[in-house]
Nanobody, 116 residues
Framework: QVQLVESGGGLVQPGGSMRLSCAAS????????MSWFRQAPGKERELVAV????????NYADSVKGRFTISRDNGKKTVNLQMNNLKPEDTAVYYC?????????WGQGTQVTVSS
């Protein structure tokens, strides 16, 4: 059974930091492209960051470059998103995504709210 379980969301003040984690099971994690997406109220889901399977390749949305860092641990089957200097516009539900060939898996999402 495929599972992606996000954790680490919550409320943080502007300028603060937060670390999201996604624990994977039920598939060959090391073969999958892992990403974080987010969806704010009334907006479409957007790609935040992506990390390759074994090459260390990463890419980020322009809006988060220099503030967010994606990482993965293939041994622990986890992918993390370190978010620094958070802004109110980062408020959204954040989703973990795993993709490989025709397989595309999603987590249930975790709420991140940036507010004073």
């Amino acid at each position: 059974q495929v599972q992606l379980v996000e954790s680490g969301g919550g409320l943080v003040q502007p300028g603060g930091s937060m670390r999201l984690s996604c624990a994977a099971s039920g598939f060959t994690f090391s073969s999958y492209l892992m990403s974080w997406f987010r969806q704010a109220p009334g907006k479409e889901r957007e790609l935040v960051a992506v990390i390759g399977d074994a090459t260390g390749y990463t890419n980020y949305a322009d809006s988060v470059k220099g503030r967010f860092t994606i990482s993965r641990d293939n041994g622990k089957k986890t992918v993390n998103l370190q978010m620094n200097n958070l802004k109110p516009e980062d408020t959204a539900v954040y989703y973990c995504n795993a993709r490989f060939t025709n397989n595309n898996f999603w987590g249930q999402g975790t709420q991140v709210t940036v507010s004073s």
